[in-house]
């Protein structure tokens, strides 16, 4: 470009090039002033410095709406006798959460330890101004005992307790709990999941003041006495709706038990169910529900798109035409079980793609690289199970495929939200088959938009889409013709999807017995049933003498016995 307004007659190239730079510095100190006069918005949450400078190293200046709604209410109250709230949260993926519960338990946290600090140099401070009262030598500070070595092993007591539902959302949670104490002195993060070895886990979980773990494992070192929470104060409950589903409501009622005396119980969840709402009557007192958004205003920046398919092979080529789309930067494809995860994973390897498969039958260590390498970008396309659904925050991921339906509905908001996070826009392509179109109608109707059917040039489906159930969305649960509720108990069933068929009376089943009403079928291997010729099923003529044989014996009426498994026996000679 300075070339070119050197070869106008205008400027040499050296002069062109300090007349951009001198006109591109007044640009870049304009946007500094104009970064420098916003105000951090987390300041006026009243967290404490050495979070805000972490938020502000990370990148981020301006909280999102339930962060502003939900960490004022989170911080301890002024009111000594109001102490804290119990929260119940409902909020999109992608929308913040995560510090919405981690920075007020973490500024708690810090507030504690300063007031514990400042009480332990006053009381050292004592001892020295006695000690020299009495003239003696001021005392030394004791110095700080190794955790590691055996001898000084004490199980750990944690101060704040978040649970999660899977394994990689727990790892997640705690990375994001790492960069944001990086400026804070002396609080420990710890990060207890299954498959990871026990020694290195009880080594990280020593002086830990904040434990992220899932319910399986922490029980395991609770009762091998390994941690203690009975000092637990804080208690978080991320993704209670897939806690649920996974199983975790026993585990949930013993955690509840041991942590019977914590100041505060926080829960966040895609709905407020009614299992929900049960669990939290259990584990909560009095809480207070704070809902951001509903499911029908949930990811307002992330295009939905639905591609009908007429078979697997069918449903394989649109995935290959879409992978190979130049905008695509990274991409997650769900599947529906694990077997199809590797199937469909070796497929896209073989096709020349950088994949690979994620689920829950692989190991800890290897499920840990893989996300690795989709973080750093040596992935490109990841196959993963509903395993992968929650707990993968990774800015580069543009597109979602659904080659495999959810089983529930409200999975399909967890999946796409794996894309466009934070603001992002994002792209989420739906495959389905014509037999999946009763599911596809339950994800419709629970998040109240309706998917735009697309089609391909030359890939387009040969059947005809099917329509949404009569009454629309809000009807979706509405029974089929052949499902009919209206039809009372022994009134006459529709013919197949609509005719009708006639009375029992008129079609000859009053008396099944009767050889003159009723005639039987036709089966498979009869002969086309009482052909002329042919013995009634069930009376059998007398079979031909075998080779097989034995002879008959006298006073049996001259009958052969011939064995029913004479074929199946091996020859013998005699001796």
Known sequence: MTDTFAVQGELSPAESFDTAAIAAEPAAEAAEQFVAAVPNGFLKLGLASELIRAVADLG?????????????????????????????????????????????????????????????????????????????????????????????????????????????????????????????????????????????????LQNADLVVATP?????????????????????????????????????????????????????????????????ARVMRQPRKIQIDSPQEKHANIKQVLFWADSPQHKRKLLDHWLRDTTIN???????????????????????????????????????????????????????TDVAARGIDVPTITHVFNYGLPMKAEDYTHRIGRTGRAGRDGLAVTFAEFRDRRKIFDIEGYSK?????????????????????????????????????????????????????????????????SNESYVRKPAFGDFGGQREGFAPRGDFAPRAPSSFAKPAKPGNGGKVFVPRDAKKRPYKPAN
Do not use: W
């Open 330 to 384: 990274q991409a997650i494809v769900f599947a529906s079980t694990q077997i199809e995860c590797d199937g469909l994973a070796n497929d896209l390897q073989q096709a020349g793609f950088d994949a690979v498969a994620l689920h829950g039958a692989l190991s800890q260590g290897l499920r840990n690289r893989r996300l690795m390498a989709l973080r750093q970008g040596q992935v490109q396309v990841l196959v993963a």
């Open 449 to 513: 938009q309706q998917f735009k059917a697309e089609t391909i040039p030359g890939l387009e489906p040969a059947q005809r889409a099917p329509q949404a159930p009569r009454g629309g969305f809000a009807d979706r649960g509405a029974p089929r013709d052949h499902h009919s509720r209206d039809r009372k108990f022994g009134a006459p069933r529709t013919a197949g999807f609509g005719g009708n068929h006639a009375p029992r009376e008129e079609r000859g089943f009053d008396n099944r017995r």
């Open 60 to 204: 981020y200046t301006q909280p999102t709406t339930v962060q502003e709604q939900t960490i004022p209410l989170a911080l301890p109250s002024d009111d000594a006798a109001a102490g804290y709230i119990d929260l119940m949260v409902s909020s999109q993926t992608g929308s913040g959460k995560t510090a919405a519960f981690l920075l007020p338990v973490l500024h708690t946290l810090l507030k504690q330890q300063a007031e514990a600090e400042a009480k332990l140099r006053a009381e050292f401070e004592q001892e020295i101004a006695e000690a020299v009262a009495r003239g003696e030598p001021a005392p030394k500070r004791p110095k700080r005992k190794d955790p590691t070595s055996s001898r000084n092993f004490k199980p750990a007591t944690p101060g704040a307790l978040i649970l999660c539902p899977t394994r990689e959302l727990a790892q997640q949670v705690a990375h994001d709990a790492i960069g944001l104490v990086q400026h804070c002195r002396g609080l420990r993060i710890a990060s207890v999941v299954g498959g990871m070895p026990y020694q290195l886990q009880i080594a990280r």
């Open 216 to 280: 399986g494992r922490l029980l395991d070192l609770q009762r091998s006495s390994q941690i203690k929470l009975d000092k637990v104060q804080f208690l978080v409950v991320d993704e209670g709706d897939r806690m649920l589903d996974l199983g975790f409501a026993d585990d949930l009622a013993e955690v509840n038990k041991l942590t019977i005396e914590r100041k505060q119980t926080m829960m966040f969840s895609a709905t407020f169910a009614p299992r929900i709402q049960a669990l939290a």
